[in-house]
T-cell receptor, first 110, second 112 residues
């Protein structure tokens, strides 16, 4: 069964501290992994995807197939990073539905 | 480009009623997917439309149905509403063959 687990509902960090949002997945095959972000009163938007291997807004995420994880990291948190973050997977071939985790609310304290 | 648009923004219905939600995809996109997001949960896939046909479906009852029009816009219909149908309904559009989906702002449905 396809499943995405985000163990933390809420993560609070101080401004300038490192951030790691955890994501573990279960999938038999080669999934594509995503991080979506939802800022206050805004729509859900793609933050990054593992196949692009790029850094967006200072965030990076590495797919670890051995540990079936796709943790999101940022070395120095900013107040504007406060948002709801969702990890999601798709089946890898085109147009397969996204399976989301329950999300982690990141709160960056000044 | 306004991106994915959805209407209405909010909707209040009573149990047993029927509701229709609407979605216009991002310009150039031909595939529309619908998701239900209950409070405190991540979005859950309902179904996907391409070429005016339902192509994939999640674990939702037949009370949930949809339609896609020739201009790629889409509707989600829910019959015999239950209290548990109260949720944010998200529409996402994509290009056929691509996994990246663009989301609309959602329609907040409250069933009393």
């Amino acid at each position: 069964a396809q499943r995405v687990t985000q163990p933390e509902k809420l993560l609070s960090v101080f401004k300038g501290a490192p951030v790691e949002l955890k994501c573990n997945y279960s999938y038999s095959g080669s999934p594509e992994l995503f991080w979506y972000v939802q800022y206050s009163r805004q729509r859900l938007q793609l933050l990054l995807r593992h196949i692009s291997r790029e850094s967006i807004k200072g965030f990076t995420a590495d797919l670890n197939k051995g540990e079936t994880s796709f943790h999101l990291k940022k070395p120095f948190a900013q107040e504007e990073d406060s948002a709801m973050y969702y990890c999601a997977l798709s089946g890898g071939s085109g147009n397969t539905p996204l399976v989301f985790g329950k999300g982690t609310r990141l709160s960056v304290i000044a | 480009d306004a991106g994915v648009t959805q209407s209405p923004t909010h909707l209040i219905k009573t149990r047993g009623q029927q509701v229709t939600l609407r979605c216009s995809p991002k310009s150039g996109h031909d595939t529309v997917s619908w998701y239900q997001q209950a409070l405190g949960q991540g979005p859950q896939f309902i179904f996907q439309y391409y070429e005016e046909e339902e192509r994939q479906r999640g674990n939702f009852p037949d009370r949930f149905s949809g339609h896609q029009f020739p201009n790629y816009s889409s509707e989600l219909n829910v019959n015999a509403l239950l209290l548990g149908d109260s949720a944010l309904y998200l529409c996402a559009s994509s290009l056929r063959g691509a996994n990246e989906q663009f989301f609309g702002p959602g329609t907040r449905l409250t069933v009393l």
